[in-house]
């Protein structure tokens, strides 16, 4: 075959070859184009993930200065204590987390925080507060302990509790004594029923 021959045929084939070669250098392209795709997608994950566990770690801390907020608070309406200064600390650390946390729990956080607004604005407003409104914010602090409570086996990463969406007649007496103290509760039982009875009529015994 001489030289002639060999440039001709090559030249007949250029044209294949070349698309040949096109093609090979896209598939190329594309592959590597995958590779770093992957290789963001699992860096932004990993980032999404730590910034989760950051905020989850934040987390029981913010509950527990919630939880000191709330007997506080009954403090003030049992025994006549000071009004509670507000936990600004854990509300602001509360409404960072949503951004991060999974969602059901961030919803549960949004409500937590909303409803400490209404229950902070309402014991804010109080001066000598007569025995049904002492009733009602009481009542106030114990929804607000429930919620606190239903968030801590999230922040601990701990198996959760599986629970109605409304809190339980159980589980608000249970957050009640907790917000008074069982020391207070056990001595002054009979101060509680008009809040015992708010909690029966709002919430299911189950």
Not at 23 to 29: D, G, H, P
Request: one cysteine or more; aromatic letters at 8%; charged letters at 25%.
């Amino acid at each position: 075959m001489t030289f002639e021959s060999v440039y001709k045929a090559l030249s007949e084939w250029q044209t294949l070859i070349g698309a040949v070669l096109a093609l090979f250098a896209a598939l190329w392209t594309v592959h590597e184009m995958r590779k770093q795709t992957r290789g963001n997608d699992t860096r932004h994950q990993n980032d999404l993930l730590r910034k989760k566990l950051a905020a989850r770690a934040q987390m029981p801390d913010a509950l527990s200065e919630m939880s000191g907020y709330v007997r506080s608070s009954c403090g003030y309406l049992v025994s006549g204590k000071e009004k509670p200064a507000p936990p600004v600390g854990a509300t602001n650390t509360l409404k960072t987390v949503i951004e991060h946390i999974d969602t059901k729990e961030a919803e549960k956080t949004f409500d937590l925080v909303s409803w400490y607004q209404v229950q902070h604005s309402r014991l804010m407003g109080s001066q000598k507060p007569k025995a049904i409104e002492k009733a009602e914010m009481l009542y106030d602090a114990a929804l607000l302990q429930a919620k606190v409570n239903r968030l801590f086996d999230y922040a601990r990463n701990e198996p959760e509790e599986a629970r109605p969406e409304k809190p339980s007649q159980a589980e608000m007496i249970g957050s009640l004594k907790s917000a008074v103290t069982v020391q207070v509760w056990a001595l002054k039982t009979d101060d509680f029923a008009q809040v015992v009875e708010i909690i029966k009529r709002r919430h299911s015994p189950e």
